[in-house]
């Protein structure tokens, strides 16, 4: 048997131990608050050693958010009785991508960061296909298509990038 007094250590002990001199001598509201106390002095530490990461530096969200600003810009020569269908999809899926990135950057845990990139490749992906659909509809050129494809492309290298930097100490994480 084992008796739980910390949130990081165990403690072997016999049930008689437990039943007779722990449940009798120890109140379980002590016991508790010592678990809470120790809880809260390893947050804090962990909050002392961190940085506030500013995802504004990472080239990858610059670049995503000037994708954005141009395909607002663009999407504002698409047909009024587009704006519910397609545009509405585009500008959500293209600012998802920054959106992401941003959320994943400031996370805690690797993981969720790793979480997040993935979603903006998605993001990415969906962006792709509503543009393919605005050329195939014609209400962007062939020019104006194969630049955001291009800067597309290269937004999604490099998350790629940024996913695989992360996969090795993803792993190791709970």
Not at 67 to 93: D, G, M
Request: contains cysteine.
């Amino acid at each position: 048997m084992y008796l739980l007094y910390s949130p990081l250590t165990l403690l072997p002990f016999s049930n008689y131990f437990i039943k007779k001199i722990l449940l009798s001598k120890f109140d379980l509201s002590l016991l508790f608050r010592i678990m809470w106390k120790n809880l809260f002095e390893r947050m804090n530490f962990m909050s002392q050693n961190l940085y506030i990461k500013d995802f504004k530096s990472l080239k990858v969200w610059q670049k995503a958010t000037e994708l954005t600003n141009e395909i607002y810009k663009i999407t504002k020569k698409f047909p009024k009785f587009e704006t519910h269908i397609i545009v509405s999809q585009l500008l959500r899926a293209c600012t998802s991508i920054g959106a992401n990135i941003a959320e994943g950057n400031t996370q805690l845990y690797k993981s969720r960061e790793y979480y997040h990139y993935n979603l903006a490749l998605g993001s990415a992906g969906e962006t792709r296909n509503f543009l393919a659909i605005a050329l195939m509809n014609e209400y962007i050129t062939k020019e104006e298509y194969d630049a955001l494809e291009l800067r597309l492309i290269e937004i999604i290298k490099m998350l790629y990038g940024c996913i695989k930097k992360l996969e090795p100490e993803q792993s190791n994480e709970l």
